[in-house]
């Protein structure tokens, strides 16, 4: 029931195209659903984050679509540039308990 | 300090030696996590602690796990008698939250250990 499952294991985008990365989840508690980007030999780093009272959420080029009764979450990126090619993972929490981690995009955007 | 630091970056012990990692979470941070991420993988929970108090350490994989964080401020996750499979990176996050709701949790650059 910590389970959070992610889609797809990679991904291969055109410049200007818009990557969407899908993750689910079993535990009807989480109300925190994060979303981090980790670029290889760093620490993975805070993109955007919705709480399950909304059902969508824009920060820049960086969207959240996010449906409760599904218990599914999406990140789309906008105009994806080569510098957006990283490792992409979703995570959900309950409260300010651990994060439960999916288990990773690697995202590749092709100039 | 202006983020999360990890120390060391790199460390290889041979099987069987006792290592000890280190984090200086952000000032004045409450919760402190320590995650382990096996390469190709998302990072998996090990323990959780709020100011000194460890709320939470069902994450940890056997008791050769042990973390500390005596002052509420840095932390130590040591590993006894390292083993093979213990070869990952550590990292460490630490976030405002306390009480019902979470935050932004930030991420050190983690610990690459590689047991020879």
Redesign the interface.
């Given at each position: 029931q910590q389970q959070v499952k992610?889609s797809p294991q990679s991904l291969i985008v055109q410049k200007g195209g818009i990557p969407i990365i899908n993750c689910a989840y079993e535990n009807t508690a989480f109300?925190?659903f994060?979303w981090?980007q980790q670029f290889p030999?760093?620490?993975?780093?805070?993109l955007i984050?919705i709480r399950p009272d909304v059902s969508e959420k824009k920060e820049g080029r960086f969207t959240i679509s996010f449906n409760k009764s599904a218990k599914q979450f999406s990140l789309h990126i906008m105009d994806s540039q080569p510098g957006d090619s990283a490792t992409y993972?979703c995570?959900a929490?309950k409260?300010?308990?651990?994060?439960?981690?999916?288990?990773?995009t690697r995202l590749t955007i092709n100039p | 300090g202006a983020g999360?630091s990890q120390s060391p970056r790199y460390k290889v012990a041979k099987r069987g030696q006792d290592v000890a990692l280190r984090c200086d979470p952000i000032s004045g941070h409450v919760?402190l996590?320590w995650?382990q991420q096996a390469l190709?993988?998302?990072?998996?929970?090990l323990t959780?602690f709020?100011n000194e108090a460890q709320l939470?350490k069902s994450?940890l994989p056997s008791d050769r796990f042990f973390a500390e964080r005596p002052e509420g401020s840095v932390s130590t996750l040591k590993i006894q008698r390292t083993q093979q499979e213990d070869s990952a990176v550590y990292?460490c996050?630490s976030?405002a939250?306390?009480?019902?709701?979470?935050?932004?949790?930030?991420?050190?650059?983690?610990t690459r250990l590689t047991v020879v």
């Open positions: 992610q109300d925190y994060p981090y030999g760093k620490g993975p780093a805070l984050a993972f995570a929490s409260g300010a308990q651990k994060l439960v981690f999916g288990q990773g | 999360v919760s996590f995650y190709g993988q998302g990072p998996e929970f959780y709020q939470d994450g990292l996050a976030s939250a306390s009480g019902y709701m979470n935050t932004e949790a930030f991420f050190g650059q983690g």
